[in-house]
């Protein structure tokens, strides 16, 4: 069995969940293909309605769903409410797919023929799932990939896997067959050999480590491979930026989750004309922020999700400091009683010349670096300085710096006076260069990794 504990004090299991097998795994690839053969056939209404009741049961059982993940995850009740409501979103979203076309009809030069696109599922798809938001990343998936006809395999994360097995219920409890979605619980050692065996294509969000490594094994066998990575997205506050609404929006993008949103703010870049009014704004807001067990309703910053994820965090906090980096505030773990014995940062902020490793790593934690620089310009030049590419902000009262910066910013998601986070369900959503690959999640884009399209003349006349 897995054990999951409680990020607000480890010392409690709050779920076990299978260890299976490698034979189990791959039992389960056997079942899919079975199931696989009935629901691409399904009237894609009847596909929809099993999606749509779907949403119905998550809205009616919400509150056990954010109390799940609350309680693998560590995040706050209130964060969690908005992931379970966005969750049925996803599954009406592309509910509504049904009935929009799915193929064309072609002219043929040739007598008495019609030639027709049609979209088909690509069969059994793995979708590899991580713990930071282990309801909706999934729900993003599932919608596109069983609308389409696809039998889906969902490893969860070990950190969180009941809410997975939660909303696989509600699925079937709404009409799925058998088989046609299962849950992967076990130690990649057993069983990811098994798991890339045998997929049809891969729906992938994680580190970039995994993800190279699901690259390399799946380029060799021509699998097709989806995959959201990595990030250290930016926020850039220009001169004339309006300081008071930027720094309550910086302040929620960085430190919201915890910082554990792939499209949380972990840099921050500010004009250096208005670097020491924003850093003041900056600080009071963070002491406004407070730590405490996601279940507690006066918390508004939870737990990291687990004890080593936390002592990373703070590892890079200290190499921070080590290579110079100024902490204005934070920087540690709580230390009051009722909170040592969970997976606690306080929210961070470290001053850092561009170069240094806080500025190029990603943390995925409450810890934001911040820069300067002088004019639009090098802060462009700056927001661009990354492997990375998934989301960026600008904040301005130009219309001409906004509009510039959008042209400019290296990233798949680009925000002006809004956060780098916030992208809704029909929002297109991929991130470019390192943290992401060419298909697009969410939105229309999201069902054409699900999908493969034939092309079928038919002669009907001679
Ligand atoms: P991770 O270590 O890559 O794990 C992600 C998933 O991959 C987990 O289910 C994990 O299982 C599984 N996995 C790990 N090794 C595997 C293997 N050899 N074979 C098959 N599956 C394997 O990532 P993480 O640390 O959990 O998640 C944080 C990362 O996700 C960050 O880098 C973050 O930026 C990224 N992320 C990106 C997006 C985006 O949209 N771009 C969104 C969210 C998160 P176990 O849990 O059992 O190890």
Redesign the pocket.
Known sequence: MLEVRDPADVRSVVAEVPAMTAAEVTAAYDRARAAFDGWRRANPLDRAAVLGRAADLIRARAEDGAVILVRENGKTLAEARVEVTKTADFLDYYASFARQPWGELLSDARPGTSTSVRVEPVGVVLA??????PLI?PARKLGPALIAGNAVLL?????TPSIAIWAARLLSEAGLPADVLQVVTG??GEI?GA??ASPDAVT????????A?LRRTLAARNVRLQA????KNVSVVLADADLDLAASVVVNAAFAQAGQR?TATSRLIVDVSAAAAFESRLRDAIAGIVVGPGLDPATTMGPLAYAAHRDGVLGHVERARREGGAVVAGGGRPAAGALAHGCYVEPTLVNVAPGQSLWRD?V?GPVLAVATADGFDQAVRLANDTVYG?SAAVFTTSLTAANEFINLAEAGQVAVNLPTAGWDVHHPFG?FRE??SAFKEQGAPGLRFYTRIKTAAVRFAW
């Open positions: 590899i799932c991580p713990w930071n938001d990343t490893k969860a994360a070990s950190q130690r990649n990811s798991l890339l992938f969000t994680g580190s970039n480590e995994v993800g490594l959201e990575l990595g990030g792939c990603e995925f998934l991130g943290s992401g």
